[in-house]
């Protein structure tokens, strides 16, 4: 919600979408390296004592953000980049509660697919919502709702959250995640997949633009938010057997093959259920994802992992939406599809590679 909300204000504040796209690059790109750091002081500190101080900062620099949008664009990005650099990402610490509570894998996958189906619905509502309150209250609105909503879920993990949800060991943080067996591979594919979802976003958009349809652009995002909405409650239904790594790959194998869809059947009538097909596989691998994380990496350590995975999927929607963007407007709109289904095929194999086969490796020694 409020990196739209973000380009909604600038862009009327300011009149230029370049400033607007660079504001809401460097609050994603601060919240997508930051994170890491406020997740380790979480896993070390415990949640309450790094929510409230943290959710109070973020507070402040959005509020500089709507005060000063009309400024200069320094004060701008970085106002932008404080309050992304400040910003508790909620789904981390939820995501840490469940792997540290539940630790029989089906409930596990369960809370997980919960999760995800959540996350779809406010990634369908959130920008429906900024879009909506800008145009009934004025571009400020959707941010100050925004806040809102970050106060609400940040003062109840706060409230709920247990006194002593943090590492005994301090000794076990003195090493970086990176240097633990297959999180590397696992945060490259997730980088490849963030591109899959923001060259996505900007080849749906502009195919509906040159088809003369650019009002339905949100639909069809959200149609393709559907499919995984839908896989993700089925998803959640059944008992797993298979490895959380061979369940990731396969995910994005039927990810990648989706993407071909668009890539080859240029027809703006089918292109709803094309989407709707390939987002059937968002959800299962975000999952698997989730659970393989919390399968390699301590549990004292969870909250930074699982902010490093959400960095990675940010970053990747940074860069995917600026190359697809270039690579679009040289080549036309439905050639963007071309670079998804790249990005999925680089995905599916550092996910085989570098993490099935591997894994299967590490087992044998």
Known sequence: MNPVAIVLLISSTTDSYAYAGLASGSYTLASA????????????????????????????SMCALIKFSSSSIILILIFAASSGASLANIGSFTRTRWGRSLPDNKELNS??????????????????????????FGPKFALIAGLLFLFIGASGLSLTSNKNDFSKNPEEHKHG????????PLLISLIALGCIFGGNTIA??????????????????????????????????????????????????????????PAVIHMYSVLPFLLMISGVAISP?????????KDIVPNERLNEAFAFLGGAISIGITLGSAISGTFVSITGAWNGFYFVSGCAVIATCVSF???????KVLIHE
């Open 33 to 60: 390296l930051i994170g890491p750091r406020v997740g380790r002081l979480a896993d070390l500190h415990g949640s309450r004592k790094v929510l409230i101080p943290i959710t109070l900062v973020h507070i402040l």
């Open 111 to 136: 809370a997980l697919s919960i999760e995800s189906v959540l996350d779809e619905f406010s990634f369908v509502a959130g920008p429906a919502c900024a879009g909506l309150l800008f145009a009934k």
């Open 177 to 184: 995640l990176l240097k633990i067996v297959l999180v590397k």
């Open 204 to 261: 749906v958009l502009a195919v509906a633009k040159e088809a003369g349809f650019e009002s339905q652009g949100g639909l069809l995002m959200a149609i393709y938010s559907l499919g995984s909405l839908i896989a993700g409650t089925l998803y959640g239904l059944k008992h797993w057997k298979s490895s959380n790594s061979h369940r990731y790959a396969l995910a994005l194998f039927f990810m990648t093959i989706a993407t071909f869809g």
């Open 285 to 293: 691998t975000l999952i698997a994802a989730n659970a393989l994380l």
């Open 353 to 359: 590679f570098g993490l099935v086969t591997q894994k």
